[in-house]
């Protein structure tokens, strides 16, 4: 069965750091990889997914991901961070195109000044 | 981009009632609409499938007499959680895909707390 790993459970970083969010997956096949934002009482927003091609996804509000085939890995970066950024991150796969997604358990991220 | 409404955004109800949750496609025409749940400090696992016109496909472990899902339009899915318990109290998010597309668009979710 398929499944996502976020290994980090909480995060903090000062503010204007870099970032980099883990997420692992298990898949006999290159799934569709996404990575969403959810802030306090709002719903999930994509930043950014992959389906096929370059490895590096560019992604909104300056978010990037990677993806390695070979360490099974979708991480995301931010080369500088914002107070703003604070919010539950989650990675998603999809075995298939529309097909429901599976999430990680997420990962909070703290921004400190 | 395209829009997900959910209303309520936050219910409270007796233990025993029913509540429906409805999940609105504003500016496109969602073939498949997906029900997750979300518990505290958990992530969104997956409760069932609509697509319009057709009956859901629950999950496993999901009861579909308890969580009754209707997709009778291309534009609104609803959730209804009958006999509530305050076990059923959490985070409820619909998605909706446009057919032949392959991203969802999730809701602002639905807070629900039994009492």
């Known amino acids: 069965a398929q499944s996502v790993t976020q290994p980090d459970i909480h995060i903090t970083v000062s503010e204007g750091a870099s970032l980099e969010l883990r997420c692992n997956y298990s898949?006999?096949?290159?799934?569709?990889l996404f990575w969403y934002v959810q802030s306090p009482g709002q719903g999930l927003q994509l930043l950014l997914k992959?389906?096929?091609?370059?490895?590096l996804v560019q992604g909104i509000k300056g978010f990037e991901a990677e993806f390695k085939r070979s360490q099974s890995s979708f991480n995301l970066r931010k080369p500088s961070v914002h107070w703003s950024d604070a919010a539950e991150y989650f990675c998603?796969?999809?075995?298939?195109?529309?097909?429901?997604?599976?999430f990680g358990k997420g990962t909070t991220l703290s921004v400190s000044s | 981009g395209a829009v997900v409404s959910q209303h309520p955004s936050r219910v409270i109800c007796k233990s025993g009632t029913s509540v429906k949750i409805e999940c609105r496609s504003l500016?496109?025409?969602?073939?498949?609409m997906f029900w997750y749940r979300q518990f505290p400090k958990q992530s969104l696992m997956l409760m069932a499938t609509?697509?319009?016109?057709?009956?859901?496909?629950?999950e496993q472990g999901v009861e579909k007499d308890k969580f009754l899902i209707n997709h009778a339009s291309l534009t609104l899915s609803t959730l209804t959680v009958t006999s509530a318990h305050p076990e059923d109290s959490s985070f409820y998010i619909c998605?909706?895909?446009?057919?032949?597309?392959?991203?969802?668009?999730f809701g602002p979710g639905t807070r629900l707390t039994v009492l």
């Open positions: 898949y006999g096949a290159t799934p569709y």
């Open positions: 998605s909706a895909r446009l057919g032949g597309q392959d991203t969802q668009y």
């Open positions: 992959y389906f096929s091609g370059d490895t």
């Open positions: 500016d496109f025409q969602a073939t498949t």
């Open positions: 609509s697509n319009e016109g057709s009956k859901a496909t629950y």
């Open positions: 998603a796969v999809a075995p298939q195109a529309g097909t429901a997604l599976i």
